[in-house]
């Protein structure tokens, strides 16, 4: 009898079910335990993937393989196993449910309580494969952990906190506790095993996590911490790490989570409420997972090429709309407008990475033109690692909506589009890989490299 067929094609943001060896390793065990029919409910497959990936919640997994359907109520009653069902599915999504509060959920919010998150409030997660933002009502209850209940699913996340569209999508009777929770001064956001927070009366200026943060953060996790169980020679050669622009920490918590024998890790943003928040969520993340001691380095100030060298891997969300030509002299650069960070991390990327090492850079087409250039005139090699189409979302830049002059030159000159659905724009995210050339002294130690392009090669052209 044949296996049966599960979907390969993708998630939301086009994402493929067939990515690495995990994801195959996953297909397989959920088509076997289909194909032994429904008098057998043993999920014993699935314990072991879900102990040896802690990093993952596999609802992206689920969705891809289509045992959750892309309109469904992934976390409502009626996806819970009862003594009537008698199929399987049920039972996988709730052990990955179970598993996502009991492990995931609790020990993030837990992981927060020394940076002083308040007793009760409301947390943002995304899934890996980012299938689907999910806002939690948390509460920290004396001798039992954290208690967890979904209070909304945004389906198709192109926000990262878009208030309208998760009170649109409530019923009433959760609107007004919804409101409650989301009003509060305190922003939380999970995606994987990573948790943050930023207190917004503490932490002036601090910069997301926005969704462009979460992208580069699910690349890095299918690319390179997914392959540190499998891989043992990239798992003891990654050993640096350097996040520019480190606004919430996020991308340098993660990283010093999941790469097992890194030594050196650094971040640097302009803003000091950046640094000292990124420092705490650093510090509230790490965990026994590192083999070998941490040297961390929080530096304020402008990014300069000369200040840093010889990275394993760097992580970089620059500004990335530009400015209309003329007026490029009479502006500056902020967390989302202006090319000149970009331009300036790529020139420096022949004595900023190691031979061997990586830059992952996140990017809008709106600035492709400027990082095509960059690669081009500095010889460096690059690889877009996200899908042929990108990944769609709104353009919500209040201040630049409503100047009507660098707008018109966004939709004309770049590509900014008019959203399909409704009133708005929006624009495509890519993320790209960039390395040095032979001739400035590439050395693919690791195999870093080459996995990057392999697995890209699967995504098609």
Known sequence: MPPTPLNLTKTYYQLPYRWGPIDEQTQSAIAGQLDAGAGDHSLDFLTPLLDAYPNRDFFGDLASAELLRSDADWFSPQNQPNRIDTSVEPLIVHRVYQRLLDQLLSSGVLSLV?????ASGALLYYSDRMARCVIFEYRLVRNRGVECVPLVELRKPDRLY????????TAPEERS???????????????????????????????GPFLDTILLNEM???????????????????????EIGCGSGLLAAAASQNLPSIT????????????????????????????APLEKFFVCGAYSGQRFSDFSI????????PYIPEEHGRRTADAISGTSLLEAVIASVPTLLSPGGVLLMVVSDLARRELLVAVREQGVESLEVTPPEGIEVAFDQEDILRNQSWLEWLVNERELRHRAEGD????????????????????????????????????GT
């Open 114 to 118: 020394s940076s002083g998150i308040p």
């Open 162 to 169: 878009d208030m309208d569209s998760a009170l649109r999508a």
């Open 177 to 207: 506790a919804l409101k409650k929770v989301l009003m509060l001064g305190h922003k939380i956001v999970g995606h994987r095993n990573t948790f943050v927070h930023v207190d917004r009366r503490r932490d002036l200026g601090v910069a």
């Open 220 to 242: 890095a996790h299918k690319y390179i911490y997914e392959h540190m169980h499998q891989d043992e020679v990239a798992a003891l050669q990654l050993k640096s790490v350097l």
């Open 264 to 291: 050196r890790l650094e971040a640097i943003d302009m803003s000091p409420e950046s640094v000292l928040c990124a420092y705490r969520n650093v510090e509230a993340n790490l965990h026994e997972s590192v083999q």
């Open 314 to 321: 760097v992580l970089c969300n620059p500004p990335y709309i």
């Open 424 to 459: 708005g724009f929006s624009h495509v995210l890519r993320c790209y890989a960039v390395w040095r050339s032979e001739a400035q002294g590439f050395s693919d130690d690791a195999g870093t490299i080459q996995r990057l392009k392999t697995m890209r090669a699967a995504l």
